[in-house]
């Protein structure tokens, strides 16, 4: 039996990225990775079991506010984690699901990572299971996505490529510790030509892969401490190194991967004159165009005024460290 449920999940921004999956079965990294919880960029998914029914069925919101059933590479990705959470909860149920985002998807804003979390807990609520975090963790990031893992907790949270037995994400410093602000600049809003799974393959085709891996232990010491002390002037050029070496890699992959736009560097080098102006801002970009900008509270209102006023910036997103999934009562039908 189940029942309708609604989990809001959102997304969220690595500090330290995982690039590179070292078990492609169970999606497990070759490295740990460091992450903030967002609150305002998030997928809300509404899940129910339909009696009787011998397939899933797998809606999407449109644009005119009403829902309409997925296309089909969309759906297979539903369909094909919840036949895991199903071998899980050992249940032969068929769901409805629709599902809504905040933000555009596939550009780079991690909406698998928001997407896939918040199917394995709807999922989870729905059949009235309790789990634990280690196990919602685990379940989010077996749909192959390996950042919802990190997903399903709140605050700044990271997840060690290995010694944990469920490999599973867990909260370093909840939301309260330091609210960070995170500024999205869109300057492209277009599927990515090249998934970050095919970017995890190739991650070890590139020269500088195991270079990488050596140069991570103290890059994840450096932010945890800096973040520990809410200490923005450490906290700049780590991450921001660390973007640069995830895009090092990709772009020296065999095929090479490039994710930057030409907007991408203006933005990038904004950060870098803001910085030499006094303004508590970084930049950090995952597997698309798009540029974060990880800034203080007191920073925020000048790096939005700042972004508005590029041509290139198609969009702006405020948005900040949250405190992870909710159970929601409204549901989406
Ligand atoms: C660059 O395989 O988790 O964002 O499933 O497409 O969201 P999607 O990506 P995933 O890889 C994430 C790669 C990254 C870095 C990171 O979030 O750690």
Known sequence: MSRKATVVAPSNIALIKYWG????????????????????????????????????????????GGFEAASE????????????LRAWADVDQRFRVATQNSFPMGAGLASSASGFAALALAVVESLEREVDPETASRLARQSGSGSAARSVVGGYVEWP????????????????????????????????????RAGHKLAETSPYFAHRLRELPHRLAEVRQAIGERDFARLAPIVEEEAIDL?????????PIFYWQPASLAVLQLARDLREDGVEVCSTMDAGANVHLLCTVAAEGRVVAA??????????????????PQVEDQHLF
């Open 161 to 196: 490529a290995e010694g944990c037995a469920e490999g599973s994400a867990a909260q370093v410093f909840a939301a309260e510790h330091w609210d960070l602000r995170d500024v999205v600049a869109i300057l492209d809003t277009t599927e990515k030509r090249v998934s970050s």
């Open 21 to 64: 999956t070292r078990d492609l079965a169970e999606t497990l990294p070759f490295n740990p990775s460091f992450s903030m919880t967002l609150r305002e960029c998030a997928t809300r998914t509404t899940v129910e079991g339909i009696e009787g029914a011998g397939a899933d069925n797998i809606l999407v919101r449109v644009a005119n």
């Open 247 to 255: 895009h090092l890699i990709a772009m020296s992959s065999r095929p």
């Open 73 to 84: 590479s969309f759906a297979g990705g539903v369909i094909r984690h919840l036949d895991r």
């Open 307 to 324: 972004l508005r006023g590029m041509p290139e910036v198609e969009d702006v997103i405020r948005d900040g460290v949250g405190d992870g």
